[in-house]
């Protein structure tokens, strides 16, 4: 069984990001970059499951330039056995992602497609969903625990409120959540030989698909900043203030 | 054209943003038809009563009984003909489905949107909410979530018609199996009015209980966490507040020993009034917070619980 894991290349999540001084964009120029978090968790649980036996290969694949390639050779270092890069020029979008990650799923036979549940710029949290879709294959998204079973996942996730268990025949889409492990450390003599590894690339022209942007970002803007607030001194003042606030009985 | 929301429920009852998306739903000024897949008399008939409403479409079937992602899409594949508009309030359930609805119909799908604006235009918050980012739309369906403290609630007291329609076929290769819901006999964290959250300077899950639940006990109020507190074993997943947990915008949010992480502060920076409560007069809590107090939480927690009022 090949596990096909895709990884996305984005900022650090501790770096505050900067707005270009023209609003059309953030400025990620010298920025520390960084794989996502919870594609990390979706690779760690891809190499334990072949580590139980469960799975053959663990294939990682990326989009973008050929800047992709640390996040690939991060994986590559963590144990992914193959990677692939798609190159595109264009600003890939989730759905366009998804079109293109379809292709390579298809093209490698994967039986079990782990991703993380959102990345961390754009928030958005849809690529999983939607490659599941455009599969026709079953969908666990936010999971915290996936155990395989001959040709079946039982998959718990994480919903409001509580968790969810579900059982997916494979093939099928998986996102993973924070929970669903502590991604291991990577060792330095494992990135030296990780560089050494191939990374094969296809043209995402060549695919041909429809992966232009659908949506086109205007303008970027600061949130709006709260109010500056006060220091309080004491218990006592603080709940004075509080109690002078219209509809707050304290 | 028309307005489809998809209105989630938990199979007992409607979920109050519904009534935050019928308010963004009225943007477009186009009738609006509430989507209810599965569900009870209980929920059908609050649906029937939120003000705005021109048609509450009831899908029944046994394998709605725990809607799946798969049936869900495919349900709201089936009439998006009709309807130029999709939303949802943003939450794990619209989370889940709404994406495939978007990968079905060839279209884009704009998540948690701050604002709605003409000719297609939204704000949404990226990079943990550290900036907002105006995006245009140029597909043919608008596909959206909605973050719904940022739109009021439709009132009430309307009586709707309710259309029972059938789904389509069940999707069989993926099967619920059973659910856990995190019992409490506190406030839901998402509509609470007052939120307590603690942080990681409680130090110990005992700790964090000791602290602060007889505050939220006297205050009638839910309790939330950091992401910190949370992978420190102090606290539950399903309470953490911030970016990979739970959004919250009650009256009043009580920051106790929080740092005021970015990945945090986006889950709570909604919040009418904020305290924040921490011992290090730097920390980051005091730039989002109207009242900050500079004392050991373990010391001033205990004498705020005292001072405030008993809700009982």
Known sequence: ?250 | MKTLILAEHNGKELSPAVQQAVTAAQFWQAPIDLLIAGGNETILQKAASIQGVTRVIHANAAHLAHPLAEDVANLIVSLANDYQVILAAHSSYSRNILPRVGALLDVAMISDALTIQANNIYTRSCYAGNVHNVIQSIDKTQLLTIHSSNFAAATLGASTEIINIDAPAAFTRTRWVSETHNLSHRPALSSAKIVISGGRSLGSAEKFEEVLSPLAAKLGAALGATRAAVDAGYAPNDIQVGQTGVVVAPELYFAIGVSGAVQHTYGMKDSKIVVAINQDPDAPIFQVADYGLVADLFEVVPKLTAEVNSRN
Not at chain 1, 220 to 230: C, D, L, M, S, T
Not at chain 1, 241 to 247: D, F, M, N, T
């Open chain 1, 1 to 250: 069984m090949k596990i096909l894991v895709a990884v996305k290349r984005v900022v650090d999540y501790n770096i505050k990001v900067r707005i270009k001084p023209d609003g059309s964009d953030v400025d990620i120029a010298g920025v520390k970059m960084s794989v996502n978090p919870f594609d990390e968790n979706a690779i760690e649980e891809a190499l334990r499951i072949k580590e139980q036996g469960k799975a053959t290969e663990v294939i990682v694949v990326s989009f973008g330039s050929t800047a992709n390639h640390d996040v690939l050779r991060h994986a590559l270092a963590m144990g992914a056995d193959r990677a692939i890069l798609v190159e595109s020029d264009e600003k890939l979008q989730s759905l366009g992602v998804a079109k293109l990650l379809k292709a390579v799923v298809l093209r490698e036979q994967a039986n079990l497609i782990l991703l993380g549940k959102q990345s961390v710029d754009d928030d958005a949290g849809q690529m999983g969903q939607m490659l599941a879709a455009l599969l026709d294959y079953p969908q666990a998204t936010f999971a915290s625990s996936i155990k395989l079973d001959g040709n079946e996942a039982i998959v718990t996730r994480e919903v409001d409120g509580g968790t969810e268990t579900l059982a997916l025949d494979l093939p099928a889409v998986i996102t993973a959540d924070l929970r669903l492990n502590e991604p291991r450390f990577v060792k330095l003599p494992n990135l030296m030989m990780a560089r050494k590894k191939p990374i094969e690339t296809l043209s995402a022209s060549e695919l041909g698909l429809d992966i232009q942007p659908r949506l086109t970002l205007l303008k970027v803007n600061e949130p709006p900043a709260r109010k500056p607030g006060i220091k309080v001194n004491s218990v006592e003042e603080l709940v004075s203030k509080l109690r002078a606030h219209e509809g707050i009985q304290l």
